[in-house]
């Protein structure tokens, strides 16, 4: 049977029929829908893990003991999970263990678009590039033989393009593993055992760079032998669809270690190499180290174009192989009008956002976000953060910055802007770490009850488990309180005095605050529990004698639910209203009610 | 052989990986080699939405679709049509749903909704459809459906109305919602007449 699945899809599929029965992710563009996936397979236990390195580092456990495992995370996330990930190298590992990686050239929804192949190299262990979803279940498989024959991590590196793609795959049933044998030598990275590993890892990768000469997933495609591409992922079918027969290819799959000698081969039997690859120059540099002479990122610039970011296209190729110019109709600039995401009608981050913009413009303040919705809060109409890094870093800045704001009597208040599922990944740390060393700042905690940027995934506070079943939620004051700290305040961000209130008596302070904005997400599938504390649908409606056609609620809130009536000359409220009330309490004109439904 | 690309552009909630899928599902069936490509970044925040579809009786490469390369560009809302237009070949076709979502910027009042945009594509496109999906949707009774009419006149423009895509509504949408989709297709090919 045939079925038509998308890269995401697909790893689910290969992991479920490698026979694997561990998987833990922490949810990230593009790789979220991998675990959701895999979590429709019971015969794979699945679990959303609070970051990438404690993902990882239970899937180790699971090999270790045994048992055909795996991690998924997004680009950035093996920054994260880099400290396992480098570490069991040299150790190694008994059972199967495989880790998706899914780099994201165009960086969508990424805050960096790292190409993560070096990592493989960097690690010395070995990589596979797939360029579609039926490659993906393929290689997935053979992963496993690969981890456990040679007792090492094997990483599948995709991009978003392929997660993101649907084509066809042929599916085969599950093979059923037993346990790998466990050895009882200890992997303990002791000095006087790295000697021994050393030389493990190195037999390691020259009998890898054997099996990468030699393996299907490095193949050869004679053509027309003026050309030969060299290329990898996606870009391999930009390649074959610009070129068609008119150029050889040498696709390759598993990229580390390089299957160099093959690559000599073909290069023998070509006129000229181009290689075809997104982000750094990984395969180009290894063809120049090895004395072979090619074509590949030089191309592109001379065609006034930039190939180490973002993604390749079949336009591109034509431009800078064909001197080819794709033409087509131009969009009337004076039409482009622009979409951004928004928050949603009834977000509770709006409420939150609102309050943080009003304080900001009666004390000087400097506001550290994190990663999130909330980058939301960032852009117009609320413009209430100053800098974002990485994940749960606003909690480390912000303490940073207080200390720093304070010794030398400068007086400006520092605010950390985290939510729930970020505090839970990174932010924690950074809050013992800022209670411990007697830090300062204000803390906004975000508390939605949800994962909701990457699509509402489960986590610690959320009061479920990824297949459903309902847990007791963690609660965060009550951590917070465990560190010590005194100044906590729980607030309704769709109460605006209260929150604004809360914020005041913080910045006004030169102590640690607290603050937890609770409210759930309107997307979220609510608890029982929170179905009864939270959301009493009451829309709002406009009074159309009171309404003065100000706009102020449409500048200051920007939600969805509201649009101003040209005719009219008066707000509108329309179906996307939930009735968080948030617009009813800032309206000048006090022309915003409850419409009792 | 030939390569077709497919764009579908909308607006988050508007339902176009759902006709992608349907339409996608029906090649299949057909005999066609099909890739296929979501841009949903952010779509549920109410962000600009493509779909991407590549089919070909021959080998297909790509799943993704760049500037001057559709063969056929349905725009489910107005103002996107004009943002994507540039990805359409010259000498293909457009499908216009004659609808219009307010970005935030507009709802703010930094921008005004863009007025000329059918007539600026009408200008440009020689074969060019436009009309109100959505309100044939109310009229059969769920204004959700307007994706479903316009996969109706996209598969007529693509003519391959033979494909049996009753079944495939059947197989991809909950029972109860089956009979009013397919009463939407069948609506949007008879308005490409």
Request: aromatic share 8%; hydrophobic share 40%; with cysteine.
């Amino acid at each position: 049977m045939k079925k038509f699945l998308t890269g995401n899809e697909a790893v689910a599929r290969g992991v479920y029929e490698a026979g694997a029965t561990f998987a833990s992710a922490y949810p990230g563009t593009p790789s979220s829908e991998i675990l959701k996936e895999i979590g429709e397979y019971r015969e794979i236990y699945s679990e959303w893990a609070t970051n990438e390195k404690v993902s990882l580092e239970a899937a180790i456990g699971s090999a270790q003991a045994g048992m055909r495992s795996m991690a998924a995370m997004k680009v950035v996330g093996l920054n994260v999970a880099a400290d396992p990930f480098m570490s069991i190298s040299l150790p190694g590992i008994d059972g199967g263990l495989i880790l998706v990686v899914c780099d994201e050239p165009g960086y969508y929804s990424s805050q960096d678009e790292q190409d993560n192949r070096i990592f493989a190299e960097f690690s010395n262990m070995p990589m596979f590039e797939p360029s579609d979803s039926q490659e993906v279940v393929d290689m997935i498989k053979d992963a496993y033989e690969i981890s456990e024959k040679h007792k090492t991590l094997v990483t599948l590196r995709m991009t978003g393009r392929i997660c993101h793609s649907k084509s066809p795959v042929l599916f085969s049933d599950r093979s059923e593993k037993d346990p790998e044998k466990i050895s009882k030598e200890p992997k303990v990275p002791l000095p006087a055992a790295m000697v021994g590993m050393f030389a493990r890892v190195n037999k390691r990768t020259k009998d890898l760079t054997e099996w990468s000469n030699n393996s299907k997933y490095n193949f050869i495609e004679y053509n027309n032998k003026d050309i030969g591409i060299i290329s990898s992922g996606v870009p391999y079918y930009y390649a074959k669809e610009v070129f068609g027969d008119k150029a050889s290819y040498f696709k390759i799959g598993f990229s580390y270690p390089m299957p160099v000698e093959k690559i000599k081969e073909f290069t023998n039997n070509v006129k000229k190499v181009i290689v075809i690859e997104e982000l750094a120059p990984y395969i180009e540099d290894y063809l120049k180290n090895a004395g072979i002479e090619c074509v590949g990122k030089d191309a592109f610039v001379e065609a006034g174009l930039n190939p180490y970011s973002g993604e390749y296209s079949v336009p591109m190729l034509k431009k800078t192989f064909f001197g080819e110019n794709v033409s087509y109709i131009a969009a009337k600039r004076e039409f482009v009008v622009p979409r951004p995401p928004a928050l949603c009608a009834g977000c509770p981050h709006r409420g939150s956002f609102y309050a943080l913009s009003q304080i900001r413009k009666k004390y000087d303040t400097i506001v550290h976000g994190d990663i999130g919705c909330y980058g939301l809060g960032a852009i117009p109409p609320f413009m209430a953060v100053d800098n974002v890094v990485c994940m749960g870093a606003s909690i480390s800045m912000a303490h940073g910055s207080q200390t720093s704001f304070n010794r030398r009597g400068i007086n400006k208040r520092s605010i950390a802007v985290i939510g729930d599922s970020t505090f839970y990944h990174t932010g924690i740390n950074s809050l013992m770490n800022t209670a411990y060393n007697k830090g300062t700042p204000v803390v906004c905690i975000l508390d939605n009850k949800t994962t909701a940027m990457t699509g509402h995934q489960e986590n610690p506070g959320s009061g479920r488990l990824l297949a459903g079943e309902e847990v007791e939620p963690f609660v965060i004051e009550d951590v917070c309180a465990s560190f010590g700290i005194k100044n906590i305040t729980i607030v309704n961000p769709t109460n605006l005095k209260e929150s604004e209130d809360a914020l005041i008596k913080a910045v006004e302070s030169d102590e640690l605050h607290v603050i937890i904005f609770r409210y759930p997400c309107v997307m979220k599938r609510l608890t029982d529990k929170e179905s009864k504390d939270f959301y009493k649908p009451n829309k709002v409606k406009i009074n159309n004698e009171k309404c003065i056609g100000c706009k102020v609620c449409l500048k200051l809130i920007g939600c969805p639910g509201l649009e101003f009536d040209k005719e009219k000359k008066k707000v509108q409220v329309n179906s996307a209203c939930v009735g968080c009330g948030i617009c009813m309490q800032i309206c000048p004109a006090n022309a915003i009610e409850r419409a009792g439904v | 052989m030939t390569i077709n690309k497919i764009l579908l552009a909308g607006v988050g909630g508007q339902g176009t990986i759902l006709a992608a899928k349907i339409l996608s599902n029906g090649l299949l069936d057909a005999g066609y080699n099909v890739k296929m490509s979501e841009i949903h970044g952010m779509s549920q925040r109410g962000g600009s939405v493509t779909s991407h579809i590549v089919y070909s009786k021959g080998e297909v490469y790509a799943p993704v679709i760049d500037k001057g390369e559709a063969d056929i560009l349905v725009a489910f809302e107005e103002m996107e049509a004009n943002r994507w237009i540039e990805y359409l070949k010259i000498g293909g076709k457009v499908v216009i749903n004659d609808y219009q979502i307010m970005s935030i910027p507009i709802l703010v009042g930094a921008f005004e909704y863009p007025v000329g945009v059918k007539e600026y594509i009408k200008e440009n496109v020689e074969d060019c459809i436009i009309y109100n999906a959505s309100e044939i949707a109310k009229e059969l009774g769920n204004e959700k459906v307007m994706n479903m009419v316009l996969l109706g006149s996209l598969i007529k423009a693509m003519y391959l109305e033979h494909i049996d895509w009753e079944k495939v509504i059947r197989d991809n949408v909950k029972a109860q919602f089956a009979d009013i989709n397919i009463k939407a297709l069948y609506k949007g090919m008879e308005s490409v007449l």
